[in-house]
Protein backbone atom coordinates (compact mmCIF):
# COMPACT_ATOMS: atom_id res chain seq x y z
CA UNK A 1 0.00 0.00 0.00
CA UNK A 2 2.86 2.46 0.88
CA UNK A 3 4.69 1.25 -2.06
CA UNK A 4 1.66 1.52 -4.34
CA UNK A 5 1.65 5.57 -2.86
CA UNK A 6 4.75 6.24 -3.09
CA UNK A 7 4.80 4.80 -7.27
CA UNK A 8 1.72 6.71 -7.51
CA UNK A 9 3.36 10.50 -6.51
CA UNK A 10 6.57 9.43 -8.43
CA UNK A 11 4.39 8.77 -11.70
CA UNK A 12 2.60 12.54 -10.50
CA UNK A 13 5.29 14.00 -10.48
CA UNK A 14 6.98 12.79 -13.61
CA UNK A 15 3.80 13.65 -15.39
CA UNK A 16 3.86 17.24 -14.19
CA UNK A 17 7.46 17.24 -15.01
CA UNK A 18 6.86 16.42 -18.29
CA UNK A 19 3.89 18.63 -18.76
CA UNK A 20 6.44 21.10 -17.94
CA UNK A 21 9.08 20.16 -20.00
CA UNK A 22 6.66 20.11 -22.92
CA UNK A 23 4.98 23.52 -22.48
CA UNK A 24 8.20 25.05 -22.72
CA UNK A 25 8.73 23.55 -26.45
CA UNK A 26 10.63 20.29 -25.36
CA UNK A 27 13.37 22.67 -24.92
CA UNK A 28 16.29 20.18 -23.96
CA UNK A 29 18.52 21.06 -20.99
CA UNK A 30 18.53 24.53 -19.29
CA UNK A 31 15.55 26.51 -19.88
CA UNK A 32 16.14 30.22 -20.45
CA UNK A 33 13.72 32.49 -18.35
CA UNK A 34 12.11 36.37 -19.40
CA UNK A 35 14.89 37.99 -17.48
CA UNK A 36 17.45 36.13 -19.22
CA UNK A 37 18.27 33.61 -16.13
CA UNK A 38 18.82 29.87 -16.48
CA UNK A 39 16.53 27.32 -15.08
CA UNK A 40 18.90 24.26 -15.14
CA UNK A 41 16.86 21.13 -15.39
CA UNK A 42 19.10 18.15 -12.72
CA UNK A 43 18.33 14.91 -12.91
CA UNK A 44 17.73 12.59 -9.87
CA UNK A 45 16.29 8.78 -8.65
CA UNK A 46 12.90 8.09 -7.94
CA UNK A 47 13.93 6.51 -4.50
CA UNK A 48 17.11 6.78 -3.36
CA UNK A 49 16.32 7.56 0.57
CA UNK A 50 17.79 9.24 2.22
CA UNK A 51 19.46 10.90 -0.42
CA UNK A 52 16.09 11.52 -2.85
CA UNK A 53 12.66 10.28 -2.10
CA UNK A 54 8.93 11.85 -2.65
CA UNK A 55 7.28 13.05 -0.36
CA UNK A 56 3.22 11.88 -0.16
CA UNK A 57 2.19 14.86 -1.87
CA UNK A 58 5.13 14.43 -4.64
CA UNK A 59 7.79 16.67 -2.65
CA UNK A 60 10.83 15.53 -3.60
CA UNK A 61 12.60 15.99 -0.18
CA UNK A 62 16.39 13.91 0.99
CA UNK A 63 20.48 15.07 1.47
CA UNK A 64 20.27 15.50 -2.13
CA UNK A 65 17.69 17.84 -2.62
CA UNK A 66 18.68 20.06 0.54
CA UNK A 67 22.14 20.42 -0.44
CA UNK A 68 21.09 21.32 -4.14
CA UNK A 69 18.71 23.76 -3.01
CA UNK A 70 21.07 25.36 -0.72
CA UNK A 71 23.77 25.64 -2.94
CA UNK A 72 21.24 27.20 -5.95
CA UNK A 73 20.06 29.70 -3.10
CA UNK A 74 24.02 30.60 -2.24
CA UNK A 75 24.69 30.46 -5.87
CA UNK A 76 21.46 32.19 -7.11
CA UNK A 77 20.73 29.57 -9.80
CA UNK A 78 17.09 28.51 -10.45
CA UNK A 79 16.51 24.62 -11.54
CA UNK A 80 13.98 22.69 -12.31
CA UNK A 81 14.26 18.69 -10.77
CA UNK A 82 13.67 15.59 -13.07
CA UNK A 83 12.96 12.27 -11.28
CA UNK A 84 13.12 9.81 -13.90
CA UNK A 85 15.50 6.87 -11.91
CA UNK A 86 18.85 6.49 -11.40
CA UNK A 87 20.17 4.86 -15.33
CA UNK A 88 17.68 7.30 -16.88
CA UNK A 89 19.35 10.39 -14.96
CA UNK A 90 22.80 9.88 -16.43
CA UNK A 91 21.79 8.85 -19.57
CA UNK A 92 19.53 12.33 -19.77
CA UNK A 93 22.85 14.00 -18.65
CA UNK A 94 24.81 12.04 -21.46
CA UNK A 95 22.67 13.34 -24.15
CA UNK A 96 22.44 17.11 -23.06
CA UNK A 97 18.37 16.69 -21.66
CA UNK A 98 19.07 17.50 -18.59
CA UNK A 99 22.04 19.63 -17.10
CA UNK A 100 23.40 18.10 -14.01
CA UNK A 101 22.73 15.34 -12.10
CA UNK A 102 22.35 14.71 -8.24
CA UNK A 103 21.07 10.93 -7.23
CA UNK A 104 23.67 9.40 -4.58
CA UNK A 105 25.90 8.85 -7.82
CA UNK A 106 29.42 7.56 -6.97
CA UNK A 107 32.81 9.17 -8.76
CA UNK A 108 34.11 6.41 -10.52
CA UNK A 109 37.01 6.73 -13.21
CA UNK A 110 34.99 4.98 -15.63
CA UNK A 111 32.30 7.67 -15.31
CA UNK A 112 35.19 10.40 -15.47
CA UNK A 113 35.36 9.54 -19.30
CA UNK A 114 31.79 10.61 -20.21
CA UNK A 115 30.60 13.39 -16.62
CA UNK A 116 32.80 15.64 -15.15
CA UNK A 117 32.35 15.38 -11.35
CA UNK A 118 31.82 18.37 -8.60
CA UNK A 119 34.28 17.37 -5.12
CA UNK A 120 32.31 14.48 -2.95
CA UNK A 121 29.98 14.94 -0.81
CA UNK A 122 29.49 11.95 0.83
CA UNK A 123 31.04 9.00 1.81
CA UNK A 124 29.53 4.98 0.30
CA UNK A 125 30.06 1.68 0.49
CA UNK A 126 28.25 -1.17 -1.43
CA UNK A 127 26.51 -3.86 0.55
CA UNK A 128 24.49 -7.08 -0.08
CA UNK A 129 21.13 -7.40 1.86
CA UNK A 130 18.41 -10.41 2.45
CA UNK A 131 15.61 -11.14 4.31
CA UNK A 132 15.69 -9.94 8.13
CA UNK A 133 13.90 -13.10 9.08
CA UNK A 134 15.30 -16.25 7.30
CA UNK A 135 17.16 -15.25 4.03
CA UNK A 136 21.27 -15.90 3.91
CA UNK A 137 24.13 -15.62 6.27
CA UNK A 138 26.82 -14.73 3.87
CA UNK A 139 27.65 -14.25 0.19
CA UNK A 140 28.84 -18.15 0.57
CA UNK A 141 25.37 -18.86 0.98
CA UNK A 142 24.45 -17.10 -2.60
CA UNK A 143 25.37 -20.51 -4.80
CA UNK A 144 22.79 -21.87 -6.40
CA UNK A 145 20.44 -18.66 -5.58
CA UNK A 146 19.19 -15.37 -7.53
CA UNK A 147 19.51 -11.87 -6.01
CA UNK A 148 18.41 -8.43 -7.49
CA UNK A 149 20.64 -5.82 -8.61
CA UNK A 150 19.61 -2.18 -9.78
CA UNK A 151 20.51 -1.18 -13.59
CA UNK A 152 23.37 0.69 -13.74
CA UNK A 153 24.69 1.29 -10.47
CA UNK A 154 28.35 -0.20 -8.76
CA UNK A 155 26.27 -2.25 -6.29
CA UNK A 156 25.29 -4.04 -9.79
CA UNK A 157 28.96 -4.12 -10.64
CA UNK A 158 30.46 -5.48 -7.65
CA UNK A 159 27.36 -8.07 -7.57
CA UNK A 160 28.68 -9.06 -11.33
CA UNK A 161 32.05 -8.83 -10.26
CA UNK A 162 31.92 -11.80 -7.32
CA UNK A 163 28.94 -13.86 -8.53
CA UNK A 164 31.16 -16.24 -10.54
CA UNK A 165 33.15 -16.70 -7.58
CA UNK A 166 29.77 -17.20 -5.13
CA UNK A 167 28.06 -19.06 -8.10
CA UNK A 168 24.52 -16.78 -7.82
CA UNK A 169 22.47 -15.16 -10.70
CA UNK A 170 21.21 -11.76 -11.15
CA UNK A 171 17.86 -10.26 -12.06
CA UNK A 172 17.94 -6.34 -12.53
CA UNK A 173 15.71 -3.66 -11.64
CA UNK A 174 15.29 -0.08 -12.37
CA UNK A 175 14.25 1.30 -8.64
CA UNK A 176 15.17 0.19 -5.61
CA UNK A 177 12.21 -0.21 -3.88
CA UNK A 178 11.37 -2.58 -6.47
CA UNK A 179 14.38 -4.16 -5.63
CA UNK A 180 14.25 -4.47 -1.99
CA UNK A 181 10.17 -6.26 -3.06
CA UNK A 182 11.56 -8.83 -5.19
CA UNK A 183 13.42 -10.15 -1.89
CA UNK A 184 10.90 -9.12 0.53
CA UNK A 185 8.31 -11.38 -1.91
CA UNK A 186 11.34 -14.03 -1.86
CA UNK A 187 12.01 -13.91 -5.67
CA UNK A 188 15.56 -12.87 -5.15
CA UNK A 189 17.41 -14.08 -1.80
CA UNK A 190 19.27 -10.93 -1.77
CA UNK A 191 19.45 -7.68 -2.83
CA UNK A 192 22.97 -5.29 -3.67
CA UNK A 193 22.57 -1.50 -2.68
CA UNK A 194 24.54 1.14 -1.47
CA UNK A 195 25.29 0.65 2.64
CA UNK A 196 23.80 4.42 3.42
CA UNK A 197 20.73 3.85 1.45
CA UNK A 198 20.20 0.00 2.99
CA UNK A 199 20.91 0.99 6.25
CA UNK A 200 18.45 4.00 5.80
CA UNK A 201 15.62 1.44 4.34
CA UNK A 202 16.68 -1.04 7.34
CA UNK A 203 16.71 1.43 10.48
CA UNK A 204 14.23 4.49 9.62
CA UNK A 205 11.76 2.96 6.91
CA UNK A 206 12.17 -0.72 8.86
CA UNK A 207 12.36 -2.20 5.65
CA UNK A 208 12.42 -6.06 6.81
CA UNK A 209 16.19 -6.98 5.55
CA UNK A 210 19.47 -6.83 6.75
CA UNK A 211 22.61 -6.37 5.82
CA UNK A 212 25.01 -9.42 5.79
CA UNK A 213 27.94 -8.20 3.59
CA UNK A 214 29.70 -4.95 2.67
CA UNK A 215 32.33 -4.76 0.55
CA UNK A 216 35.93 -3.25 1.25
CA UNK A 217 35.91 0.08 2.49
CA UNK A 218 38.87 0.42 0.30
CA UNK A 219 37.51 -1.19 -3.14
CA UNK A 220 36.56 0.49 -6.69
CA UNK A 221 33.00 0.24 -5.58
CA UNK A 222 33.26 2.55 -2.80
CA UNK A 223 33.51 5.66 -3.74
CA UNK A 224 32.15 8.80 -2.20
CA UNK A 225 29.06 10.72 -4.01
CA UNK A 226 29.32 13.58 -6.51
CA UNK A 227 27.65 16.16 -8.53
CA UNK A 228 27.80 15.75 -12.33
CA UNK A 229 27.58 17.04 -15.76
CA UNK A 230 28.16 16.20 -19.25
CA UNK A 231 32.24 16.06 -19.32
CA UNK A 232 32.88 19.75 -21.39
CA UNK A 233 29.54 20.72 -20.75
CA UNK A 234 27.72 23.17 -18.07
CA UNK A 235 31.61 24.26 -16.44
CA UNK A 236 29.66 27.10 -14.56
CA UNK A 237 26.84 24.89 -13.45
CA UNK A 238 29.71 22.80 -11.80
CA UNK A 239 32.10 25.65 -10.48
CA UNK A 240 28.66 27.07 -9.10
CA UNK A 241 27.65 23.39 -7.16
CA UNK A 242 31.84 23.37 -5.93
CA UNK A 243 31.50 27.21 -4.91
CA UNK A 244 28.22 26.45 -3.06
CA UNK A 245 29.00 23.22 -1.77
CA UNK A 246 32.23 24.73 -0.08
CA UNK A 247 30.09 27.84 1.65
CA UNK A 248 27.68 25.25 2.87
CA UNK A 249 30.14 23.36 4.69
CA UNK A 250 31.94 26.24 5.63
CA UNK A 251 28.54 27.62 7.34
CA UNK A 252 27.49 24.65 9.18
CA UNK A 253 24.07 23.66 6.26
CA UNK A 254 25.82 20.69 5.14
CA UNK A 255 25.88 19.24 8.25
CA UNK A 256 22.55 20.64 9.61
CA UNK A 257 20.99 18.54 6.42
CA UNK A 258 22.92 15.65 6.86
CA UNK A 259 22.25 15.17 10.23
CA UNK A 260 18.32 15.79 9.56
CA UNK A 261 18.31 12.66 7.74
CA UNK A 262 20.79 10.37 9.54
CA UNK A 263 22.18 10.08 12.69
CA UNK A 264 26.62 10.42 12.03
CA UNK A 265 27.79 13.02 9.50
CA UNK A 266 30.31 10.74 7.39
N1 LIG B 1 25.87 5.14 -5.81
C1 LIG B 1 25.42 4.22 -6.79
C2 LIG B 1 26.00 4.52 -8.14
O1 LIG B 1 26.36 5.62 -8.43
C3 LIG B 1 23.89 4.10 -6.88
C4 LIG B 1 23.16 5.40 -7.12
C5 LIG B 1 21.68 5.25 -7.20
O2 LIG B 1 21.16 4.13 -7.28
N2 LIG B 1 20.97 6.34 -7.20
O3 LIG B 1 26.11 3.64 -8.94
Redesign the pocket.
Known sequence: MKLRQICGAVAGVALAVCLAGCAGGGAQGADTGANGSKTYKIA??TA?AP??YAESDGTYVGIDMELLDAIAKKEGFEYKIDPVG??A??QNVQSNQADGVI??????DT?KQVFDFSEPYYN?T?CCATKADGGVASLEELRGKNVAV?N??????WAESIKGQYGFTTTTFDT?DVMYQDVLAGNSVACF??TP?MSYAIDKVGMGLKIVAECDASSEFA?P?GFAVNRGANAELLQKFNEGLAAIKADGTYDKIVSKYVQTVK
Do not use: C, P
Open positions: TDFFEFDALAGMSITRSVKGTMSANSEDVTY
